[in-house]
């Protein structure tokens, strides 16, 4: 699928193809010793741990020792105290997901001004400069996410429908980004659908923002929201105000798959590949490492999921089987005895 | 005889008899918050010194400047002796400036503080090729969508980046109307919806003026005052920063140098045709469809699309055949450049554009010719080398272009008493010619719905 957004700095995306390691290239890392260190926004989703395990297994083929692993638990004052004890450290290269924009800017700069190589995935706080300040973002095709989660909902939605648009409102490349595109497409392929936005600040207002929406729209059909945790938590909300409103939203979580399996209140979900978007962090942190030059931003393509095919986008995505609800209300195994 | 000092021609209120209070103290006004705003000055002490205006008179301005929340005094400096001084620093965060670049193939939308500092930024695909209404509509929905991001959007100005070069004699303080930049412009008044739909004076500059600038503040002319900016795409063209400013020339077009014939073997074109990205692309699709190339073949074969960064990539991997088309049109960019350099002696040259970003073949091309080619005075300490800041010099250099246009002394001296450019006369003026016009002529000037 191709990729349809521009990256942070207007880049063309370049395809993970573009970082691929040869043998020879492993053997070379292999014997140069090096040693990097990683920073995630948190460790406890499962996104997180499969963009993680992508990364380490990567790296684990070339030979690099993964020196540290830091959970920033959503923090940006932990996440600058983690860099700066890091650049003490010194090694080879960090990977990090940036948890804000301008608060972590500086000490995300000064990582690559410490001779570190840096290679950020997701987000990039505005005003560091790929070649300069790091090496490339890896992230998915967010602007594609968005058209995907808008496609998914359309069919959903009746003539002259009302859709609410849950964002978040904090300065972040990916969110803005699906947020920008999803009310994009419908502006000009559903000119008759009426959007009603609400953006929630922390993932603990979700369920107040959902609220103060459905009360002020009591119309609404349709709910976009743009990742998966906070639509699990509307959807809860939904629920319990007796609500039926056809949702969408990005990343198959395992809460998610369930929802999509029984098309209810999930209709279409936007997924992104944490296990390829974490081997290819990993081949760019190689490929710079050995003196080439790599791509700005390396963008992987969302893969657009329904009920008919969540389950092998599940194995794609997860690498693992579908969750047990998941086949069954699928019919693909027996009631649980 | 006009009967007001507005209606006057040049917009400036008439100047007889005892000036009033406000036209006293507007000069100085502006002296201090531009010391301040590009800090000249920190303290009461330096500003009293760089102004050579009295102890009161500081006093009293930054008085009003702080009143207008223009100034910020509430931090503390370094002692050097006795109590520490209070700083005086501009309050960047007073108002925001929202920013764009139209490009051949995206469009690009930011907000920058009034220090010109980007705070946000969004890019996303768009045809140039589509009715200017229709981009003026996502221009518009895009800034909305930023301004509602913002906490306290206090607009101060709108600046906009433009693929082509902008007429201009020099004297305007800002767009009073839609110049004809590309074909089609004509027929749509851009500025004026703009001004409509936001209430904000408007700045364009060409996409080339723009990078220059972003480049020179924020990218790779930091430190340096004379540099040199070529961007290669579909068309080529080049800024010259000089003594940290843009040479603008006598109408605004400064830097066509893509018009620039130039000879390959029998053959003679511009620069442009005969190394810009349409040519890279056309050659490498020639290249494919011989033979010559296996990877562009294949990619052919795979029924993708052979556009010059496919050529770029292909150069990257190792491709001979497009090694050969982009070092063909590094050597032709650098014969052209090399000409520059000698007659203006840079400090750096920049070469931008996604070819010339990604790409080591055409940059090491153009070296080559460049210092080939050069005095060796010239190229001693000439540094020359690719643009890292990609499209965001030109949301940047935008931000740059409308904080000098808002803050150069013959601008701000007629706005600064109200803190707010819109208090402009002839901003004023502006407008109530776009009404007067929006009521003879209907609702053909409404702006787009969004």
């Known amino acids: ?337 | 005889m006009p009967t007001t000092a507005t209606a006057q021609t040049d917009g400036y209120p008439r100047r007889k008899g005892r000036p009033r209070v406000s036209e006293t103290a507007a000069p100085s006004l502006v002296d201090i918050l531009n010391l301040v705003r590009t800090e000249q000055a920190t303290t009461r002490q330096e500003i009293e010194r760089h102004s050579e205006l009295g102890r009161a008179v500081v006093a009293d301005r930054l008085g009003t400047l702080g009143e207008l929340g223009l100034i910020d005094e509430s931090e503390l400096g370094t002692p050097t002796g006795g109590r520490a001084p209070r700083l005086v620093r501009f309050a960047a965060d007073r108002g925001r400036i929202l920013v764009a670049t139209l490009d051949q193939t995206a469009i690009g939308v930011g907000v920058a503080d009034l220090a010109g500092s980007l705070l946000m930024e969004h890019h996303e695909a768009a045809e140039l090729a589509q009715p200017v209404s229709a981009l003026a509509e996502r221009l518009i929905t895009l800034f909305r969508w930023i301004l509602e991001r913002q906490a306290d959007p206090q607009l101060y100005g709108i600046s906009i980046s433009v693929p082509g070069a902008v007429p201009d004699g020099g004297e305007a303080l800002f767009q009073r109307s839609t110049p004809g930049v590309l074909p089609g412009w004509e027929s749509f008044p851009l500025v004026e919806t703009l001004i409509a739909a936001f209430d904000a004076p408007v700045w364009l500059r060409s996409s080339v003026e723009t990078m220059t600038m972003g480049e020179l503040h924020a990218g790779a002319g930091g430190g340096r005052n004379t540099m040199l900016f070529v961007k290669v795409g579909k068309r080529i063209g080049a800024g010259l920063a000089n003594d940290g400013a843009l040479f603008r020339g006598a109408q605004g077009a400064v830097g066509l140098i893509g018009s620039v014939p130039v000879t390959v073997g029998d053959r003679t074109g511009t620069l442009e045709a005969m190394a810009g990205s349409d040519h890279i692309a056309q050659d490498g699709k020639v290249a494919a469809e011989h033979g010559a190339s296996p990877i562009l073949a294949e990619h052919m074969r795979r029924g993708s699309e052979i556009t010059a960064l496919e050529v770029a990539q292909a150069a990257q991997m190792g491709d001979a055949a497009a090694i050969d088309i982009l070092a063909q049109s590094g050597r032709l960019i650098g014969q052209v450049v090399a000409t520059l350099a000698n007659m203006l002696n840079p400090a750096l040259i920049v070469l931008s554009g996604s070819i010339a970003q990604t790409n080591d073949i055409l940059l090491a091309a153009a070296r080559e010719a460049i210092y080939g080619a050069c005095h060796p005075l010239v190229s001693r300490d000439l540094q020359i080398i690719r643009s890292q800041m990609g499209s965001s010099s030109g949301l940047v250099g935008a931000a740059i272009v409308a904080t000098e246009g808002l803050f150069a002394p013959a601008m701000l001296r007629d706005w600064i008493m109200a803190g707010r450019p819109q208090a402009h006369p002839l901003f004023q003026q502006v407008k109530d010619e776009i009404a007067r016009r929006k009521t003879m002529e209907g609702n053909s000037l409404r702006p787009p719905d969004v």
């Open chain 1, 1 to 337: 699928m191709a990729i349809t957004g521009l990256g942070p700095h207007g880049e063309r995306a370049s395809a993970p193809e573009r970082v691929l390691l040869l043998p020879e290239d492993m053997a070379r890392a292999r014997a140069s010793g090096f040693r990097v260190a990683i920073v995630l926004h948190t460790l406890a989703s499962d996104w997180a741990k499969q963009q993680l395990s992508g990364i380490v297994g990567m790296l684990g083929n070339c030979g690099v020792a993964v020196i540290d692993v830091v959970d920033c638990a959503f923090t940006p004052e932990v996440q600058i105290e983690a860099l700066e004890r890091l650049i003490g450290e010194a090694p080879n290269a960090i990977i990090s997901l940036p948890v804000a924009n301008s608060k972590v800017a500086a000490a995300h700069a000064r990582v690559a001004a410490a001779g570190i190589k840096l290679v950020l995935l997701d987000n990039v706080p505005t005003g560091l400069l790929p070649g300069k300040d790091y090496i490339s973002l890896v992230s998915a095709d967010n602007f594609g996410l968005g058209k995907i989660a808008a496609e998914g909902l359309s069919p959903h939605l009746p003539d002259g429908a009302e859709v609410g648009v849950l964002g978040y409102d904090a300065d972040f490349f990916a969110t803005n980004e699906r947020e920008i595109a999803f009310v994009k497409w419908m502006q000009i392929n559903r000119p008759d659908v009426t959007l009603r936005m609400r953006r929630f600040p922390a993932l603990s207002e979700v369920a107040k923002t959902t609220r103060n929406l459905a009360e002020a729209h009591p119309g609404l059909a349709g709910l976009f929201v743009v990742w998966d945790t906070p639509a699990m938590t509307a959807a809860q909300v939904l629920e319990t105000m007796g609500r039926r409103i056809s949702m969408a939203t990005v990343d198959l979580g395992q809460e998610a798959a369930i929802g999509l399996a029984a098309s209810e209140p999930l209709v279409a979900i936007a997924a992104q590949q944490p296990f390829r978007q974490g081997e290819t962090a990993a081949s760019i942190v190689v490929t710079a490492l050995l003196g080439r030059l790599a791509p700005a931003w390396v963008a992987l393509p969302g893969l657009a999921v329904t009920a008919r095919n969540v389950v092998e986008c599940f194995q794609t995505v997860w690498r693992m089987p579908a969750p047990r609800e998941v086949l069954r209300k699928l019919s693909l195994v027996g009631p649980e005895k």
